[in-house]
């Protein structure tokens, strides 16, 4: 080795200090850790964005806000939870764990991983600088049509909408960017001996969470393109009375937007049998029926858009079509479901918090999918479209399948990648409240739609005035349990128990064989596969 | 903590707006359609399944989690797939009971329903034609020729709380649609500017209105009464002030109210022929300006900046009206009132109001709020221009 060689080598392997550090490195472990804090911030700001929605709901009448400032948060709410806090979590997860999972060294492409990650916060500024360009009076602030973008309402916005088109390319490319890498990596650096099928279902999630991306991400990118062209540059893409039709943009938008849903959740159902398996102390059941279920459920979910339309004036034969090809999601669905239970059963379960999450995760996204089923009949749909029916159901499969799915992982990961135990004791107070706050929270929204409230209005009729309060009472609490999450995971990163290798007595995989925290390079040698 | 959890609740409770009308209600209101009905009994049947479905599968995940526990010294057992012929077996079940439910038990019942909410045409008894435009509703009677906008009645003072809030709070408008008991409608919906959703729950109806398309849905009211409804597509700031209020009476009631309104028409139509004074252009205008134009341009001709242009001191409003033989400036203020700009909030107004009303706002606007054009538009020019 020459001087130069070596002092080159000797450069990457001690990183620079201080934010340089975090803005140049390559390291899965650090771009793994800045998903995951960038994640959790904007879980925040999601989350303050909306506690301002339902404390405008808290009565009828308008109280604190216009109702424009009310369409935009609710909007930029969606798009902050969806884009910024749980898909960044997830990616996050797949960043430390899945090279840890296979035995390998680092990502495929750490360079691509950099970029994919520093892309967020530009695109995060983007979305939220009109909300503080409005206070020095410029624009008219933030997206104001929903996170769905509808035309022709967003060819009507104000200039949030530009800035929201320019924040979703770069999260769109930061996402296709990150799911190449990942693919690239599982299918390039497993460990030897670890054929496909034996791949951790966490990985096997995430493969398929990544074709998914590669496969809609470029069709929502297409459809905001349109949609700047025909904002700026007259075309009529969405204008009828240019040859367009404002349904397209909806077909586009749902093309992306069904998928986006297992998106996010086969993540969390790939790391939902391991947790399971380690507190059951009990082998994961069903490896083989799970893999091909989230095949079946991957290529479903591309062919199923038009339930969410289905108020729009698709053919009857459409609406059958959609109707039946929904209804068929339930049936690989029961088979996860029936894995993971066939998982616990006779295991010798103990309930800390990762199992706890888990487990509120399953039985309360049973709730999502089980009114998804309802939802999916086309004519029973035209009641609970565009109700609150609908809020209710799409946070019981986001937040409770989502985000406690996510929260059961970060507390299932936190020792390994800290090398500290967190607090058990308020792991349990968090997961006790979130639970509690989130039923008070979003079972009257069903209620409510069912009564007949329309969503995503800023003031209501009296009659629905009940729910409400209970609501927004509800989702005060669920945000203020969330700061002992917080709290939490500042204390084990600062200090705590050692953790050591393998802090759960029944985990199983080849991360455990680990230190914790695992250091900076691992696996340089590849380990032996069984 | 014991003591003070339930003292905040009761705190909350009391904060809580009590009003003699909020109602803790469960399900759907009660059906006036067979559509809602149909829906009703599907929506009973299908989360009756659901939650029988979820009773069982968690009951059966409730006895694992208290019996399978390390702490009642369990041996973790080791098996990861069926083995047997009877555990394959076992293992089918789930699947082959939610193909059931999904295709027979629910799928059936599903698909007939599918069918007679699509089914708008068969025995149509009449038709009537709903257009919504950013933030009203505007009923047309093909057959009729009547034609008339319906907008919230609730007032502004309501809304921010400085006024008591009515019975029907939100959900009342000064002119309801006035339906036949008993007869199909077949109900057309298109909209003038962006896509709004037309929903009266009671009658299991809801779809979407789309600018440039045509969408339809029916209902057949078995009981007289007045049933309540929004839109239910976000459509800009004024979404949740845009209520759908039908009024259902006999067949005879109708027909008289149908005359009534030809009767009205007649006398507005009569209107447009003579010359009309400026005062009264002006009094009309301020009544129009104020429910329809406001909302957007603000009470003093102000705008919001960045989204709403002022009117106070505008160009357009400054500049011609009509040319001398009487034709449209093209880009003018009567071409923008009446046919307003494609692509932004201002709509054609000509769709939805009447020759004087028109005649009477743009009067209105070039007069006030610092303006000081002096002239006038007649309702017949406006006639002349349509
Ligand atoms: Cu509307």
Redesign the interface.
């Known amino acids: 080795m020459t001087t130069g060689e070596l002092a080159l080598h000797q450069a990457h392997a001690v990183p620079p200090r201080g934010w340089l550090r975090w803005l140049t490195t390559t390291n899965h472990k650090d771009i793994g850790t800045m998903y995951l804090v960038f994640s959790l911030a904007m879980f925040f700001v999601g989350g303050l964005m909306i506690l301002l929605v339902r404390a405008e709901l808290f009565r009828p009448g308008l109280q604190l806000m216009e109702p424009e400032l009310f369409n935009q948060l609710i909007g930029v709410h969606a798009l902050v939870m969806i884009f910024m806090a749980l898909m960044p979590a997830a990616t996050g997860f797949a960043n430390w764990m899945i090279p840890l999972m296979i035995g390998a060294p680092d990502m495929a492409l750490p360079r691509l991983n950099n970029w994919s990650f520093w892309l967020l916060p530009p695109a995060a500024t983007l979305l939220l600088m009109p909300f503080v360009l409005a206070l020095f009076g410029v624009g008219t602030g933030a997206v104001g049509t929903g996170w769905t973008l509808y035309a022709p309402l967003s060819v009507q916005d104000g200039m949030g909408m530009d800035f929201a088109i320019f924040a979703i390319h770069l999260l769109g490319i930061s996402s296709v960017m990150g799911s190449i890498n990942i693919i690239v990596t599982i299918l390039n650096l497993r460990a030897p001996g670890m054929t496909l099928m034996k791949l951790p279902l966490f990985a096997w999630g995430w493969l398929l969470t990544a074709f998914m991306l590669v496969a809609v991400i470029p069709v929502l990118a297409g459809a905001v393109t349109m949609l700047l062209t025909d904002r700026h540059f007259g075309t009529h893409f969405f204008n009828a009375g240019g040859g367009g039709d404002p349904i397209l943009f909806q077909h586009l938008f749902w093309f992306f937007g069904h998928p986006e849903v297992y998106i996010v959740l086969f993540p969390v159902w790939g790391f939902t049998p391991h947790i399971l398996s380690a507190f059951a102390r009990k082998p994961v059941y069903g490896y083989r029926a799970q893999v091909y279920a989230f095949w079946v459920i991957g290529v479903l979910s591309v062919i199923v858009w038009g339930h969410h339309i289905m108020t729009s004036g698709l053919s009857t034969a459409g609406l059958l079509y959609f109707m039946y090809s929904t209804m068929a999601i339930s049936l690989p669905l029961s088979v996860l479901f029936f894995c993971w239970i066939a998982t616990l059963w006779r295991g010798a379960m103990t309930f800390e918090a990762p199992m706890l999450f888990a487990l509120g995760m399953i039985v309360l996204f049973g709730v999502g999918g089980l009114t998804g089923l309802v939802l999916a009949d086309a004519a029973a749909d035209a009641q609970y479209h565009h109700s609150y029916f609908v809020v209710a159901h799409f946070h019981y499969t986001l937040f409770a399948g989502g985000i406690m799915g996510i929260m059961a992982g970060a507390y299932f990961w936190l020792p390994k990648m800290t090398g500290h135990l967190y607090s058990e004791k308020l792991a349990q107070w968090h997961f006790w409240l979130t639970a509690v706050a989130f039923n008070l929270t979003f079972l009257p929204q069903f209620f409510l739609g069912l009564a007949g409230m329309p969503r995503r209005i800023p003031d209501y009729a009296l009659q629905f005035a009940d729910f409400n309060w209970v609501s927004s009472v509800g989702a005060f609490f669920l945000g203020a349990a969330q700061l002992l999450f917080l709290v939490n995971v500042v204390k084990c990163i600062r200090g705590g128990p050692p953790a050591g290798d393998k802090p759960w007595e029944g985990a199983q995989g080849l991360e455990w064989t680990l230190p914790s925290p695992p250091p900076r390079h691992t696996f340089q040698t590849r380990p032996v596969g069984e | 903590m014991s003591v003070k959890f339930p003292l905040l ?1 009761a705190a ?1 409770a009391a904060a ?4 003699a ?9 009660a059906p006036v359609t067979p559509l ?1 009905l ?2 009703l009994h ?2 009973n049947t ?2 009756a399944i ?2 029988a ?2 009773v069982v ?2 009951a ?2 409730l006895y ?2 208290f019996t ?4 009642r010294g ?8 069926p083995s047997t012929a009877a555990q394959v077996f076992w ?1 089918t079940i ?2 082959l ?3 059931f ?3 027979i038990l ?2 059936i019942p ?2 007939h ?6 089914d708008t045409r068969s025995d149509a008894d009449m038709v009537v034609k709903v257009t919504g435009s950013q933030w009203k509703w505007q009923y047309e009677y093909p057959e009729e020729g009547i034609r008339f906008v319906s907008a919230l009645a609730t007032t502004p003072e ?4 400085r006024a008591a ?1 009515g ?5 009342e408008v000064d002119h309801p649609l006035v339906l036949p008991v008993g007869k199909k409608v077949r109900i057309l919906l298109t909209s003038t ?3 709004h ?1 037309w ?1 009266v ?1 009671q009658f ?5 209105a ?4 045509i ?2 849905t029916w209902a057949r009211i078995e009981r007289p009464g007045t049933y ?14 845009m209520p759908v209020v039908v009024q259902a009476v006999a067949e005879p009631e109708y027909r008289l109210w149908v005359a009534r309104q030809k009767g009205e028409q007649a006398a507005q139509a009569a209107g447009a022929e003579r010359v009309w004074s400026r005062d009264e252009l002006m009094k009309q205008g301020e009544t129009v300006y104020g429910k329809v134009c406001a909302v957007c341009h603000q009470a003093q001709g102000q705008g ?4 709403f242009p002022a009117l106070a001191g505008s160009k357009v409003v400054n500049g011609p009206a009509l040319d001398r033989q009487g034709r449209l400036v093209k880009d003018g203020h009567l071409d923008r009132v009446m046919n307003g700009k ?4 201002m709509q054609a107004f000509k769709a939805t109001l009447s020759d004087s009303e028109i005649a009477g706002v743009v009067t209105y606007e070039r007069n006030s709020f610092g303006n000081k054009m002096g002239d006038a538009v007649q309702p017949a020019q406006v006639k002349a221009l349509r």
Not at chain 2, 113 to 118: G, H, K, P, Y
Not at chain 2, 158 to 161: C, F, T, W
Not at chain 2, 342 to 345: C, D, E, L, M, S
Request: aromatic residues 14%; contains cysteine.
């Open positions: 609740l909350l809580a707006p009590h009003s009308r909020a109602e803790w209600a469960w399900n759907f209101p809602a149909d829906t599907v929506h299908f989360m659901a939650l479905i979820f599968v968690f059966i995940m694992s989690i399978h526990r390390k702490s369990m041996e973790p057992a080791t098996f990861t797939r293992t789930p699947f009971v939610f193909a439910i999904d295709f629910m799928g599903a698909y329903s599918v069918v007679v909410m699509e309501q809304i921010a709380d809030k019975e029907h709070y939100l959900l500017d962006v896509i959703t929903w729950p299991g109806a809801k779809r979407d789309i600018p440039g398309f969408r339809e309540r409804g929004q839109c239910a597509e976000l459509c800009g700031k004024g979404h949740g002030f919001i900046p960045g989204a494609p692509g932004t909030a």
